[in-house]
C-alpha cells in the first residue's frame, strides 16, 4: 500500500528527510540527487520545495505526499526541540509494519515522567512497533503507553520500569513481541505479563525474574520464542516452561540450572535454540532428545568428551555448535564428525591436544567455520 503523509499537522511542523535506502528504489535517482534533496528539504523546511527528482516519483494535493510502496522504506522526522526534553529524533520504518524509534536528547538524560509528553506527540502516527531502549530516558513508569492498544512490538530495554511500572503492559494485549532487556522487572512484574496471550516473542535478559517468575510466563502458550539470560531462574524455573511446546527458542544462559536442569529442558522438544551458557554444567548428553535442536550454545560449562559424544549420536540437525571453554579433548573433537550439518563450531578454550587441533583443521578444509 501507499503512504499519505500530512505534512501540515506532523507534530513541531516537523521535516522529514528520506534515507538513502529509499532512494536507492528510485529508478535513475543518483547520490547528487540526494544530496540536493537534503540541502533544499533543510533550507526550506517544508516538503513544497524537495527536488524535482523525488516529486517525479511521488504524488501530491494540498498539504499531502503520497509515497508508491517501492519507495517506502526509512523515513526519518527531525523534530524542533520546544522544551529541550523531549526529542531529539523520530524513525520510522514503513514496510509491513510502522516502527517507531523514539531517541531522547544526547547531551542530556530524560526523566520517565517526560515520556507522556513525547507519546502525545506521536500518538497518531499510525506506527505498530515502538522502541524507547536507551538509559537515556531513565523510564519508571509506562502508563502512559496504556492507551497505544494497536501496538504489535515495544521495545524498552535498559531502563528503570520495575514491577510497579510494568502494570500497564497488560493493556496491550495486541502485542506479538516484548522486549524489556535489564529494566528491573523482576517476579512480582511478570506477572503483569499474563494478559499478553498473542506474545510469540519474550525477551526479558537481566530483570531477575526468579525461579517464581517463569510460572506467570508458562501461561504464555503461544510463546515461540523466550529470552531469560541472566535471571537466576534454576533448575526450579525450568520445570515451569516445559508446557511450552510452541517453544522454538530458549536462552537461559548464566541462571545457575546446574546439571538438574538438563532433565526440563529436554522435555521441551519443540526447540531449534538453545543456549545454556555459563551454568556449571556437565551432563549436557541429557539433551539428546532435543532432536530437533539446530542451533546450541553452551560456551563456559563443564563439558566433557563424554556428552559430546552422547550429543554427536543424537543432535543430527545441529548446524551452530558452540563449546568454547568446557573440558574438550581429542575424542569429543572426533565426535564432531558425525554431525553431519555442521556449518560453525566454536571451541577456543579447550585443552585440545594436537591432534585435536589437526582434526579440526579437516574441519575447516570441509567447509566448516570453526572459531577458537
Not at 502512559?144 to 494497536?150: D, G, H, K, P
Not at 515495544?154 to 524489556?180: C, F, M, Q, R
Request: net charge neutral; hydrophobic share 40%; aromatic share 6%.
Amino acid at each position: 500500500m501507499s503512504i499519505k503523509i500530512n505534512y501540515n499537522t506532523l507534530p513541531y511542523r516537523a521535516v522529514f528527510i528520506l534515507t538513502s535506502l529509499l532512494f536507492s528504489s528510485l529508478p535513475g535517482f543518483t547520490s547528487e540527487g540526494k544530496d540536493e534533496f537534503y540541502s533544499s528539504t533543510l533550507q526550506r523546511g517544508n516538503l513544497a520545495h524537495i527536488s524535482q527528482s523525488f516529486e517525479d516519483h511521488s504524488s501530491t494535493e494540498e498539504g499531502f505526499y503520497t509515497l508508491p510502496p517501492e519507495c517506502i522504506t526509512d523515513i526519518f522526522f527531525f523534530l524542533p526541540l520546544k522544551d529541550q526534553v523531549s526529542m531529539r529524533e523520530i524513525s520510522i520504518r514503513m514496510k509491513e509494519i510502522i516502527d517507531m524509534q523514539v531517541w531522547p536528547q544526547q547531551t542530556r538524560k530524560v526523566k520517565g515522567e517526560r515520556l507522556s509528553v513525547v507519546i502525545g506527540t506521536i500518538k497518531n502516527l499510525p506506527f505498530r512497533s515502538l522502541s524507547l531502549s536507551f538509559k537515556l530516558w531513565e523510564i519508571e513508569d509506562l502508563g502512559s503507553l496504556s492507551f497505544l492498544t494497536r501496538l504489535t512490538e515495544l521495545k524498552v530495554d535498559s531502563n528503570e520500569i520495575g514491577p510497579a511500572g510494568a502494570k500497564p503492559l497488560a493493556n496491550l494485549t495486541n502485542l506479538v513481541s516484548l522486549s524489556l532487556w535489564n529494566s528491573r522487572i523482576g517476579n512480582p512484574g511478570v506477572e503483569e505479563f499474563i494478559p499478553l496471550t498473542n506474545l510469540t516473542t519474550l525477551i526479558l535478559a537481566g530483570n531477575k525474574v526468579g525461579p517464581a517468575g517463569t510460572k506467570p510466563i508458562a501461561k504464555l502458550t503461544n510463546l515461540t520464542s523466550l529470552n531469560l539470560w541472566n535471571n537466576r531462574i534454576l533448575s526450579v524455573g525450568l520445570e515451569e516452561l516445559t508446557v511450552l511446546t510452541n517453544l522454538k527458542s530458549l536462552t537461559v544462559g548464566i541462571n545457575h540450572i546446574g546439571n538438574a536442569g538438563m532433565k526440563p529442558l529436554a522435555r521441551i522438544t519443540s526447540l531449534t535454540f538453545l543456549d545454556i551458557s555459563d551454568n556449571g554444567i556437565s551432563e549436557v548428553g541429557e539433551l539428546s532428545p532435543l532432536t530437533n535442536l539446530t542451533s546450541l550454545e553452551a560456551d563456559m560449562n563443564r563439558i566433557s568428551d563424554k556428552d559430546i559424544e552422547v550429543l554427536a549420536n543424537s543432535l543430527s540437525k545441529l548446524t551452530n555448535l558452540c563449546v568454547g571453554e568446557n573440558h574438550i579433548r581429542e575424542s569429543g573433537v572426533k565426535a564432531f564428525e558425525k554431525l553431519t550439518s555442521l556449518t560453525y563450531l566454536r571451541i577456543g578454550e579447550n585443552p585440545l591436544t594436537s591432534t585435536a587441533e589437526q582434526k579440526l583443521k579437516e574441519f575447516s578444509a570441509r567447509g566448516i567455520i570453526v572459531r577458537y
